[in-house]
């Protein structure tokens, strides 16, 4: 079974820290996403990664970046945190076949104060 | 880009009754259209997909439909029970693009 593990479920920052959600899989899949998902808003695309070192921008980039330096890690990175950031961010990982289900992990619940 | 709508988005029904939840898509190229559910406090899951050149599928209690003119899809739940409280999502892709989804339908099943 697909195993893709986010390294913290809670995590309270301050305004205007770095913060980095860590996130691995263990199935060897070739893509990676991150959504954050907000009440009424479902789950919106922030960034997607086909390949080691390679990104791709989502539908709500902004104040985001991400890495992927191993295949089996994609981590998301807030430069300088803000309150409209405080949300709840899934991670999911996806085979890269033709039309591949996505699986998603536990979820990360970010505050920024 | 893709465009997924989704309704209702929010659905109260009578426990054995059905429920459907209702897509639809802007990008005539989406040719993939998962429907994950996520139950309060987990992570979401496929409960069922279905490819462009399906029309229709079905999964014991769990259909999906397709029809590709009007570019919408539908999630038809049959007998529902209370484990089928949940948030249910839509998405559509094209192949090997990333996965757009709904905005989410919290169904309630009510006793």
């Known amino acids: 079974d697909v195993k893709v593990t986010q390294s913290s479920r809670y995590l309270v920052k301050r305004t205007g820290e770095k913060v980095f959600l860590e996130c691995v899989q263990d199935m060897d899949h070739e893509n990676m996403f991150w959504y954050r998902q907000d009440p009424g808003l479902g789950l919106r695309l922030i960034y997607f990664s086909y390949d080691v070192k390679m990104k791709e921008k989502g539908d709500i980039p902004e104040g985001y970046s991400v890495s992927r330096e191993k295949k089996e890690r994609f981590s998301l990175i807030l430069e300088s945190a803000s309150t409209n950031q405080t949300s709840m961010y899934l991670c999911?990982?996806?085979?890269?076949?033709?039309?591949?289900?996505?699986?998603f992990g536990n979820g990360t619940r970010l505050t920024v104060t | 880009g893709e465009n997924v709508e989704q309704h209702p988005s929010t659905l109260s029904v009578q426990e054995g009754d059905s429920a459907v939840i209702k897509c639809t898509y802007s990008?005539?190229?989406?040719?993939?259209f998962p429907w994950y559910k996520q139950e309060l406090g987990k992570r979401p899951q496929l409960i069922i997909d279905?490819?462009?050149?399906?029309g229709e599928k079905k999964d014991q209690r769990i259909a999906v439909t397709l029809n590709k003119t009007a570019k919408h899809f539908s999630l038809h739940i049959t007998e529902t029970q209370p484990e089928d409280s949940a948030v249910y999502f839509c998405?559509?892709?094209?192949?090997?693009?990333?996965?757009?989804f709904g905005k989410g339908t919290r169904l309630h099943i009510l006793p």
């Open positions: 279905i490819r462009s050149n399906v």
């Open positions: 998405a559509a892709s094209i192949w090997g693009d990333k996965i757009i």
């Open positions: 999911a990982s996806e085979r890269g076949t033709t039309n591949s289900p996505l699986h």
């Open positions: 990008d005539s190229a989406s040719n993939y």
